[in-house]
Nanobody, 129 residues
Framework: QVQLAESGGGSVQAGGSLRLSCAAS????????MGWFRQDPGKEREGVAA??????????YYIDSVKGRFTISKDNAGNTLYLQMNSLKPEDTAMYYC????????????????????WGQGTQVTVSS
């Protein structure tokens, strides 16, 4: 099973930027389906962005609230997943989690927690107004 470790969280003011990283290890092949999720206390975990390589290049997916501000990417080796977050807003405050797995779903249902089987421990992002 893939092990995932996030880093890069922190506290910023509204309008600022952060870059989250997720290092993947313990796999026999590079995960082809990975995503970023976030969760506030007392709320459900929410899919933020995902990347899927079905053999024709990476396809990227975002929730509407982060389109144009966040960018998901992977390094060429497929070992590290990134989330570049610009123009941060207070409502982006949450614990951010990296996820991998669910290749059988392809690009479908990328936002669903239950379609991923590997999770990191999370990294906190706090945006102040």
């Amino acid at each position: 099973q893939v092990q995932l470790a996030e880093s890069g969280g922190g506290s910023v003011q509204a309008g600022g930027s952060l870059r989250l990283s997720c290092a993947a290890s313990g796999y026999s092949y590079s995960p082809v389906r990975m995503g970023w999720f976030r969760q506030d206390p007392g709320k459900e975990r929410e899919g933020v962005a995902a990347i899927y390589d079905g053999g024709l290049g990476n396809r990227l997916y975002y929730i509407d609230s982060v389109k144009g501000r966040f960018t998901i990417s992977k390094d060429n080796a497929g070992n590290t997943l990134y989330l570049q977050m610009n123009s941060l807003k207070p409502e982006d405050t949450a614990m951010y989690y990296c996820a991998a797995g669910g290749e059988q779903y392809g690009s479908s249902n990328w936002w669903l927690v239950r379609t991923y089987n590997s999770w990191g421990q999370g990294t906190q992002v706090t945006v102040s107004s």
